[in-house]
């Protein structure tokens, strides 16, 4: 600088900007460049400044300016390509950190920064390079180590991105950073225990951490842990106020909890905080249908259809939402986005052949193929009636259900034709077109409540079996004068909503058998801890059951089912029992809403919780319906009897 004043004044201006009084040192750079406007260094400073004030264009502007006046210039360059980065101009800020490299090859900032740039481009072969050679170059650096293993994680090389993880653990024993990526990693690899002490790691050692606070949350939601879950979530919702996906998770988890309000509230911060965001919009739809707000939810799914219309939940959701409304017209052929994502069970079978879309089969073999839940088999296994008769069907179901199908589909009317039942897992015959089971309502064209209608019943169980459980189930009557009630309160513990749609056996089962006259049988195959020690105080017989077609046959025996919404409602359905299907307050798409019946089986009475979570008055309403049926009583007098179904 020629003047010594200036000279001074531009020392100021570095001192200022040390010290962060950011504005002042602005001002006296703008004055020493009214005087020299092509002083590089004043004009370096500047740029920096006005990046560091988020005025990234001007500022990229004088980087630029500054790097092509003196090529040589690392900082300025190193300022620039920062500068492109956060403007969104990667592959401007690629060329700047390149020219940093051919300048000095050993720079790991340079190389740190360009695996940076490379990988917000999508180049994560280019990227995984640079960050490698950053961390040789710097092999006592975890943070680099933690970068890398992120891109790996990315990449899809979960081995290398644990071996990364675990190298900057050994580096820096208090990398937070690294002890959740690592957690990322086994979760993903599906090693829950070892996840969740690692991320029980990363929030020891940063205990305000939101994502610790998250990540952790979600593997103790997976474990079921759903109370720890909660804490945590709401923990980082107070800590990141302002991120939607922070609430979205809390939302998430208050709705597996049953606090579905409280859910909707989340949700709408979260739609508030991110009103593009179509997953947001997709969960509070969700939650907001599971609430009984139809109108508002088929709203909400519209638009977040509207904004992805190619992502498979968010279609999926948009379908369940139809189907619990009733429009079976858009649900079921929009169910079938539960193959593109809407379903993380599901997998695409990979079949050679052509999907089935209702046209004839005459001389042809279909595949039609179960998919999702034994129950869901159970119900929809009932469209093989309505399959042309001139082809030939291979029904493939679950193992546990093939001897009952294969036995009840024989001596019914239900499948016409050549139908074969086959196990899932063993090999198949030779098909020329396939279709999932849950695809039938689509395929055959069906767009109202009527068309799901089956006369029951239309699976019949082992006919000896019948009779063995005949005999046991005439011998109670005969005791007892005993209206036989089968019961069953609680479904698979790793169903989604089973927090929601089980209950306690006591809760259920012991105003039951406090009534005079009902015998009450166990109709589900799994027990949970103290279930066997209620049905020893409450004097219920614990019959062991020999899979479906021992089931079947009890079933058959009853006077009557009380159930949860499980497998056995849909069993019992099937064989046209009386059925007395208990649901949550936010019950399952199939179940719809409001009504105390359903097309899906004539026999069967809905009872409703008219509050989240509140069985009590339910179960008041079933022990009230009981006693209604003691003038039906002497119409009952054979096992084989069913009870009418009141309104």
Known sequence: MVSPELAALFGQAQHHDRAGRLDEAERLCRLILRRLPNETAVLHLLGVILCRTRRLVEGAEMLA????????????????GDAFHALGHLADSVIAYQRILFLQPGDADAHLRLGLSRQALGQLPGAIAAFRMAAALKPADADIRVTLGMALEAAGDTAAALAAYADAIRRDADNAPAFLGLGNVLADQGRAAEAMAAYA??????PDWPD???????????????????????????????????HMNLGTALQLAGQGAAAVDSYRRAVALAPEDATCLS????????????????????????????????????????????????????????????????????????????EDLAGRTLLVHAEQGLGDTLQFVRFLSRLPSDGRVVLEVQPPLLALLRDGLAHSDLAPGDVAVVARGRPLPAFDLHVPLMSLPAALGIQEAAGLAMPAPYLKAEADRVRAWAGRLGGERLGTGALNVGLAWSGNPRHRADRLRSMSLADLAGPLAALPGVTLWPVQADRRRGDEDVLAALGVADVALDGFTDTAALLTGLDLVITVDTAVAHLAGALGRSVWL??????????????????????TRLFRQERQGDWAPVIRQVVAALKAQESARPALDTPSGTLPVPL
Do not use: C, M
């Not at 300016?65 to 620039?80: F, S, T």
């Not at 249908?289 to 190619?310: F, I």
């Open 65 to 80: 300016g500054v790097a092509a006046a003196q090529p040589g210039n690392i900082p300025a360059l190193r300022a620039l």
């Open 201 to 206: 790691r990363a929030l020891h050692l940063a």
């Open 212 to 246: 610790a606070l998250t990540n952790l949350g979600l593997a103790l939601q997976a474990d079921g842990q759903l109370d720890q879950a909660l804490a945590l979530h709401r923990r980082a919702a107070q800590l990141a106020p302002d991120a939607a996906n922070v």
């Open 283 to 358: 969960n509070l739809g969700q939650a907001l249908a599971e609430q009984g707000q139809v109108t508002e939810a088929l709203a909400v799914h519209g638009q977040a259809a509207a904004l992805a219309p190619d992502n498979g939940v968010v279609r999926f959701n948009q379908a369940l939402a139809w189907l619990l409304a009733g429009d079976d017209a858009r649900g079921w052929p929009a169910y079938a986005w539960r193959w593109r994502g809407g379903v993380d069970e599901l997998a695409d079978r990979g079949f050679a052949v052509p999907e089935w879309k209702g």
């Open 582 to 603: 208990l649901l949550p307050y936010a019950p399952d798409w199939r179940w719809r809403l409001n009504s105390r019946d359903t097309p899906w089986y004539p026999a």
